[in-house]
């Protein structure tokens, strides 16, 4: 249950990679835009999804958000107050209240501690005695995202990939925080484990309220988890809304492209889709196009694209846009191959409209019994 009780409030965020030359006096010669200047708010117990292609600079604004790469400039605020401010030490305390689950439960972990200790390390770092002492207290947390207490001294390499993902979750929720940032957790797993995950993520945040930024580039998995859902491009949130107007309605030329490339179970409906083509890669981040990030690309855009930065505009409950002409109806049955505008054609299968595409995909909390269920292959351990 989302509470109105707002935790993270992310003003004007800018990270920026300094692109140096010369090897002693090292000259700045440029830098890689990566995060340019996002906002975003979360609260109790809500899950945000942040989606868009490889590149666009996802991971880095999770990492900067908690401070594990310096901000550039921009505030972050989380429980009240401004963590951008503080000193290294400072951060030390915020730590046990703010954690990360990384994509990749194998180089996540280190090989040569057991999982014990890497599951108990918060302790030793935050300098927290538990009641009944570290080794219980790893045991229980073990036993909770559903490993098995016996296996403290094993190591990491000792354990399937879905197994290493419950021990980063683990080592993330030992001091039981209340904002994680979730970078890709589920996108190095096999579908039938991905589901798992997914669910213990989900009764962890019913039963310690914890807010979560779920990065993903998978939109059907977002749609799974987020209550809440935002679209980046080039290092700027595009479109931001609650999960079921961003999947119903979404207005930016991006997000219906996006939405266009989710594959829909059901066959009948997927051999009448049509994708929205993007022309081109996403341009570099060194020379950001002028005007909105995505006029390189935008089958729609117009002169005033490749020279005013749309700003985001609120179209109606809390739905946000940025862009000059905002898609306002379903695209019907165009294939739209961008980036020209006017080279809309009309192909002789018809594309259903988003809501018959979407109520396909599987929404809401993946159902199943009560407690942690395993697949084949992933008993507990
Ligand atoms: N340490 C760094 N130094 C220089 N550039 C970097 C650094 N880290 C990331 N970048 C650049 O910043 C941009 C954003 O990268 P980021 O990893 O945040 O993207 P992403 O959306 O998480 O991509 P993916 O989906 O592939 O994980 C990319 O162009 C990347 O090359
Ligand atoms: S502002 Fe113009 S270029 Fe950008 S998404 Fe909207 S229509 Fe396309
Ligand atoms: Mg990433």
Redesign the pocket.
Known sequence: MVSDQEILKVTDLY?K?P?TKGALLKKEVGS????NGINLTLNESETLGLV????????????AILRL?EPTSGKVEFEGTDITTLSRGEMVPMRSRMQMIF?DPFSSLNPRHTVGSIIGAPYEVQGIKPAGGVKNAVRETMERVGLNPEHFNRYPNEFSGGQRQRIGIARAVTLRPKFIVC??PVSALDVSIQAQVINLLQDLQDEFGIAYLF?A?DLSVVRQISDRVAV?YL?HIVEQASRDDLYTHPYHPYTHALLSAVPVPDPKVEAQRERIVLRGD?P??INLPSGCVFSTRCWQAQDKCHTDVPELQDMGNGHKVACHFPIMEFLGNSLIIGPDSGMTEQPDRVVPPPSEVLQSLQGGRATRPKGIDYAEGEEPI
């Open positions: 990270k990679f692109i890689v835009n990566a995060v868009g292609e490889s590149g666009c600079g996802k991971s880095t604004a999770g990492r790469l994509q970078d890709e990065v580039h980046m290092g996403l570099s981040p």
